[in-house]
């Protein structure tokens, strides 16, 4: 039990950022956002559908390109190669925490990824004939959950480094998160609520990762002060 109390106190005392504070409450929204769509998967069918031969009006030879070269940019298993490289630099540069909050993030949301998706069994869309072939469940995206949480860490990692540079890389960062899910929806991998579905488990993901390590920062500051 006092573990427990000290361990909430801890919790209270990292959270000392508006930021911090702001993740939260946006971990809190997308978990609801999460659950819902989960709840009403049956009835959002038809809606997605809807979404998807409305996008499939904009195909083009040339975007078609594009946006295959787009999706690569948030795939799990190109993306995770280079997580266990950046961390392997992050450790070289005695940042351990970093290092394995960073490869921690990005397998974690792997993984969970994987579950979730045997959980729900959700099928594919199959409106069109695909510009790729994805084999394994919908629910939710992969590309949506892995990317936002790689590239989220990668950008909050440069931001402490550059802090001059962090409205460009936000808006790049983030630009490029959005364009990764759109492209699954362009193919037609998705639907639309796995996309969004997506987002949102990997943004509760993101937070806790990111509040565990501002919790162990502050630790290891408090015993070397």
């Known amino acids: 039990m006092f573990k427990s109390r000290q ?13 911090q504070r702001l993740g939260i409450v946006a971990a809190a929204l997308a978990l609801g956002i999460f659950v819902v769509i989960a709840t009403l998967l049956p009835q959002s069918e038809s809606l997605d559908t809807q979404i998807l031969l409305a996008i499939h ?3 083009t030879p040339t975007l078609d390109r594009l946006m295959v070269l787009v999706t690569y940019l948030g795939e799990p298993l190109i993306l995770f190669p280079f997580t266990l490289g ?14 394995i ?25 199959a409106l069109w004939d695909q510009v790729l072939q994805v084999p394994f469940y ?3 995206s992969g590309h949506a959950m892995v990317s936002l949480v790689f590239y989220a860490v990668l950008v909050y990692g440069l931001i402490r480094q550059f802090q001059s540079r962090r409205f460009l890389m936000l808006t790049v960062g983030t630009g490029l998160i959005a ?12 639907w639309p ?8 488990a990997g943004l509760v993901w993101l937070t806790l990762c990111l509040i565990v390590q501002s919790m162990l920062l502050g630790r290891s500051k408090s015993v070397t002060g």
């Open 7 to 19: 361990w909430l106190a801890q919790l209270g005392q990292s959270l000392y950022s508006p930021w």
């Open 57 to 59: 009006h904009l195909h």
């Open 86 to 99: 950046m961390g392997g630099l992050l450790f070289w540069q005695k940042r351990r925490l970093e290092a």
């Open 101 to 125: 909050t960073f490869v921690i993030a990005i397998g974690g949301s792997l993984g969970l990824n994987i579950w979730l998706k045997e959980l729900f069994a959700r099928h594919r869309p």
């Open 138 to 140: 919908s629910f939710p």
């Open 179 to 190: 364009a990764i899910g759109f492209s699954r929806l362009y193919i037609g991998v998705h």
């Open 193 to 200: 609520t796995d996309v969004v579905a997506g987002y949102a």
